[in-house]
């Protein structure tokens, strides 16, 4: 028997060697090298199938308006900028694949994920490499809280989101607020904590949860309502946001209704209708539609892919003009001295204002605005500053 | 409280409209069609794609316009579902059921995606905004639009129960339902009875999707797959395969869902309807009209 | 099962055990070796799925729920306790065995369809529980769960860990396999042929199934812990119906009832979306299309038992 399992070992050590010679085996080159000259590869996981499936083609598009503007101006050093975009389907499994596919494929910056559930696993791998990742929209606690040296949030947390939340709801002297999520990470993040500053501030809080994807709000609705609010926060998506704005307008509720930055989309309005979306207040940072200037960049996302930008759109266009950034600081594309700039970048214009990073990765600031619905878009009402 | 219920109910004949295909098509070929609430989906981008043709702005639309769509999505539906019979279901009909599930499975993929290439992955809005005045009743707020949709589901019901307990072609469904083999003995034409079944509960389920598309206005590739989901419940509660079980099933978890939202709130409503369902099958293993089913069929 | 057959089986399976043991040589891409690791622990999974489905032939729709328990268990014990990973694989077993009696008891009496929405609405309860619940973490679950280890070996690099996870799944889909040929097996197998047959004959049918319930929740939960391992966070949105639903069709697909089948489907259900990434809006429509070619085609599955004995082969 012992002589039969050691010919065995023989003959699967000859096939080994046999087949590795080929290809990227394990005793050939593995692959997964990214090279110091040719383009700068930056990759995206965000999903393109799945129940978030209407979220990627906004980030992609985001990032390659970025892309194609640094490039037409003599990209990075002479150094081109490429975009990888791999679907994560916000699924933890497929969005781990996803990074190892982008990490193959020989990416230097991560400037994709959307999803918090998915993009936690991926920060080992991107970490084990040590690739930067800046992520445009996942904006969950627990992303920093591992304190991974090349993890960087650059959408405003969860907090900063409540805190300007919970300053206009005093502003507007609401005495009794309702807050609804669809308990995923970030929305209920966000939800928890404009819950328990207002609480602090003595007004009368309830929540209500919602189940994401459905059509029929109307029981959620009817519980809501009977808090008899005066004002309504909604931290999730556009998709159920403008079903339950639509739900409570016709089930006769005629007080304050505002959303949360993943609700702020011209699809939010559509959805709900004109009439029933007059007047809702956002929190959002500031976006081209509230910034002076800005109109440029509008009309050329709109001429380049011929619709409105979307969630997350102008987030991913910072993503990769901030990478774009820190690899020219860094004189290069080697992963630690990419994170080290990133770290100290003081001051680059982004659209939620001048970007310095917090001792822990997050926005210093999370430059939050308030936006009101007029005439079927979202304008400034509030900057709270 | 009534108004809590006038919404389970509401909800409910939805869930009750998408859950008959459902159960005729249990009845017929003891098949789980995954891909039921698919159908349901493209139901509702039908009615899109035709009222967007048909170059309908938002606001005001004749009620006949709106019919005339409705049939049209009804029919094209109807033919999805028979051609799905035939491609992907009839080959295996003598198989094992479990081998049926897995194409179900992968027509339930193919339709939602192939959708997905058609008409994207963002979700669509409706064009027409059906806005009927709402009235007030002992507090309960009842809209128009509401009573119309739930009127015309009705009718629907009313007219399936008449072909199903009236017609000799209600009677060779109910005969396959019993005993295909013996009822093709007795020289019924089993295929041409499947795919009318077929044919019915398809067009059922897509009327569901249009009057959904034209009542809360938003549509996209994946609606199909909770209705899908919760109109099997509906069919299992209710006895699946029996009509009136199952319309009475729809309505019942419409109830349990709206009552376990305002009672435990929204988090917990599924655990409370998956919950009340189980036990409910440990104490009544068929469900409420169910016959035992036979295992052997 | 006459001897050549018994060593043509085995041959198959040390074939497929080679097979691999050697893929990485061809290709040890980051890529290649996470993809394959995923593969691996969905084998296990089906390889579970098949002692309730294939052996005894109860359809199960929420297979999903013992894997998150898996996880979930493994998971927090090692963030809150700082337990190493293999630590919790006792407690794992027992936890996972307990939910299989749980689940199993008040449901095992009803058949077919009803079971299907039954075991369904166990893995949603699950699923909807460990989103709302603080200690399962809520909606981002638990995060930064560490790599496998034993005793001072680490084995969180990607090919070490991908070489582990063989192992351990190979002795899996192993056990399954002397379960099926074992005196319980048998009795499996009956109940699956003809329930009502095999309660005259004297077979306590209930506490039998309940068997193989226990048995393939064991298996899903195992699976779970190195799911855990390899993804370092694991969240309500890794097992849902879908999940299930995944697991059954790569039973079916690869022939129920037959280890080397089973493995073969999980393979392809595993490996088919990922490899079919570069059609990206094609996709996932042509896996719909191909899994309903495939059935038809082949309606026994992939990989079935030989036709002449039909369904009665393990």
Same mark, same amino acid.
């Given at each position: 028997m012992r002589h039969r399992s050691s010919r065995w070992t023989a003959v699967l050590v000859a096939a080994g060697l046999i087949l590795s010679?080929?290809?990227?085996g394990l005793l050939g080159d593995p692959g997964g090298a990214a090279s110091d000259d040719g383009p700068i590869r930056l990759g995206m996981l965000a999903p393109?199938?799945? $129940? #978030?499936?209407?979220i990627g083609p906004y980030m992609q598009n985001g990032a390659q308006l970025a892309i194609d503007e640094i490039n037409a101006k003599g990209g990075v050093d002479g150094r081109m900028l490429e975009l990888v975009v791999e679907d994560d389907a916000c699924d933890p499994k497929t969005a781990v694949a996803g990074a190892n596919k982008l990490i193959a494929a020989g990416v230097h910056v991560s400037v994709g994920g959307y999803c918090s559930g998915a993009t936690l696993p991926t920060l080992p791998v991107f970490h084990r490499v040590k690739i930067p990742m800046i992520i445009p929209a996942a904006n969950s606690y627990e992303l920093v809280e591992q304190k991974l040296d090349n993890v960087f949030l650059i959408n405003g947390t969860g907090d900063q989101q409540a805190a300007a939340a919970a300053t206009w709801i005093g502003k507007q002297r609401a005495a009794s607020v309702v807050v609804m999520h669809d308990n995923t990470s970030a929305p209920r993040d966000m939800a928890v904590r404009t819950q328990s500053r207002l609480a602090s501030t003595g007004v009368k809080v309830a929540v209500e949860i919602v189940t994401p994807k #459905? $059509? /029929?709000y109307s029981a959620n609705v009817a519980v809501a309502l009977r808090a008899k609010p005066d004002l309504i926060y909604w931290t999730g998506y556009f998709q159920e946001g403008g079903l339950i704005i639509r739900q409570l307008r016709h089930a006769g509720y005629r007080g304050a209704i505002m959303v949360g930055d993943g609700a702020v989309s011209a699809k939010l309005v559509e959805i709900a209708g004109a009439t029933e979306a007059a007047g809702v207040f956002a929190t959002m940072t500031q976006t081209p539609d509230t910034l002076p200037g800005a109109q440029g960049w509008l009309s050329a996302y709109k001429t380049k892919f011929g619709q409105e930008p979307g969630p997350y759109s102008n987030q991913s266009y910072d993503a990769v003009r901030l990478a774009a950034e820190a690899v020219r600081a860094a004189g290069g594309t080697d992963g630690a001295k990419v994170i080290a700039a990133l770290a100290k970048? /003081?001051?680059?214009?982004?659209f939620s204002g001048p970007l310095r990073f917090t001792p822990e990765h997050?926005?210093?600031?999370?430059?939050f605005q308030i936006l009101v619905v007029k005439d079927g878009r979202f304008t400034l009402a509030d900057p709270l500053t | 409280m009534l108004q809590v219920l006038w919404n389970g109910i509401f909800v409910g004949s939805f869930y009750a409209l998408v859950a008959l295909g459902y159960g005729m098509v249990y009845g017929v070929i003891?098949?789980?069609?995954?891909?039921h609430g698919d159908l349901y989906m493209v139901g509702a981008f039908v009615g899109f794609i035709s009222l967007s043709a048909l170059g309908v702005r938002t606001g005001g639309v004749g009620i006949p316009l709106l019919i005339l769509t409705l049939v049209a999505t009804m029919l094209v539906t109807g033919l999805l579902g028979v051609a799905l019979e035939r491609l992907a279901y009839r080959p295996l009909r %003598?198989?094992?059921?479990l081998s049926l599930l897995i194409t179900a499975v992968g027509a339930s993929f193919a339709l939602e995606y192939g959708v997905r290439i058609v008409a994207g992955a963002d979700p669509q809005v409706y064009p027409v905004r059906f806005d009927l005045a709402a009235l007030e009743v002992l507090g309960v707020r009842l809209s128009g639009q509401q009573l119309a949709l739930i009127g015309f589901a009705l009718a629907l019901m009313v007219a399936l129960h008449l072909l199903v307990s009236r017609t000799r072609r209600g009677r060779a469904m109910r005969a396959i339902a019993l005993d295909p083999r013996a009822s093709a003995l007795m020289g019924i034409d089993v295929n041409a009875v499947v795919s009318q079944t077929f044919f019915i509960g398809s067009a059922l389920a897509g009327a569901a999707g249009f009057m959904a598309g034209a009542y809360y206005g938003k549509i996209d590739f994946l609606m199909g797959f909770v209705i899908g989901l919760k109109a099997f419940t509906a069919a299992v509660i209710g006895g699946i395969g029996n009509i009136y079980g199952t319309m009475a099933g729809g309505i019942l978890l419409g109830l349990v869902e709206s009552v376990g939202t305002s009672v435990l709130? %929204?988090?917990?409503r599924d655990v409370l309807t998956f919950g009340v369902l189980i036990l409910f099958l440990s104490i009544r293993p068929t469900g409420l009209w169910g016959a035992p089913v036979a295992e052997r069929a | 099962m006459s001897l050549p057959a018994v060593l043509n089986a085995r041959w198959i399976g040390w074939l497929g055990f080679a097979a691999a043991l050697l893929a990485p040589f061809v290709i040890a891409t980051p890529y290649a070796m996470s993809i394959m690791t995923s593969a691996a622990v969905f084998v296990m999974l089906a390889t579970g799925l098949n002692i309730v489905v @294939? !052996?005894?032939g109860l359809l199960d729709l929420g297979y999903a729920a013992f894997f998150a328990v898996g996880a979930y268990t493994a998971g927090i014990m090692s963030t809150r306790?700082? *337990?190493?990973? *293999?630590?919790?694989v006792p407690a794992v077993v027992l936890v996972t065995a307990g939910a299989g009696v749980l689940i199993g008891l008040?449901?095992?009496?009803l058949r077919s369809d009803y079971l299907a929405i039954v075991t369904l609405g166990f893995g949603e309860i699950i699923r909807v529980t460990a989103g709302n619940l603080d200690f399962t973490g @809520?909606?981002? @679950?638990? !995060?930064g769960i560490p790599g496998l280890a034993v005793g001072g070996l680490d084995l969180s690099d990607p090919v070490v860990f991908y070489y582990a996870v063989v192992v351990v799944v190979s002795v899996a889909v192993v056990g399954a396999a002397r379960l099926s040929s074992s005196r319980l097996g048998r009795a499996w197998r009956f109940i699956r042929e003809d329930e009502d047959a095999a309660e005259a004959c004297g077979i306590d049918t209930y506490r039998t199934k309940l068997a193989a319930y226990v048995a393939g929740a064991v298996w899903g939960g195992l699976a779970g812990v190195l799911f855990a391992a390899q993804l370092s966070a694991i969240s309500p949105?890794?097992?849902t119906f879908l999940q299930s639903v995944l697991v059954l069709v790569a039973v079916v697909l690869g022939g129920q009832g037959v280890s080397r089948g089973v493995v073969v489907g999980a393979v392809f259900i595993a490996l088919g979306p990922e490899l079919l990434r570069d059609v990206a809006d094609y996709q996932y429509a042509a896996f719909g299309v191909l899994l309903i070619v495939i059935m038809i085609l082949r309606p026994r599955g992939l990989?079935? @038992?030989r036709a002449g004995l039909g369904r009665r082969d393990a």
């Open positions: 010679g080929c290809g990227n393109r199938t799945g $129940s #978030e499936a209407a #459905e $059509s /029929d970048v /003081d001051g680059f214009p982004m997050t926005l210093s600031s999370g430059g | 003891r098949l789980l069609n995954f891909a %003598g198989s094992s059921r709130g %929204g988090q917990w | @294939g !052996y005894c306790l700082d *337990l190493p990973l *293999l630590a919790t008040p449901t095992l009496r @809520g909606p981002s @679950g638990i !995060y949105a890794s097992f990989w079935p @038992g």
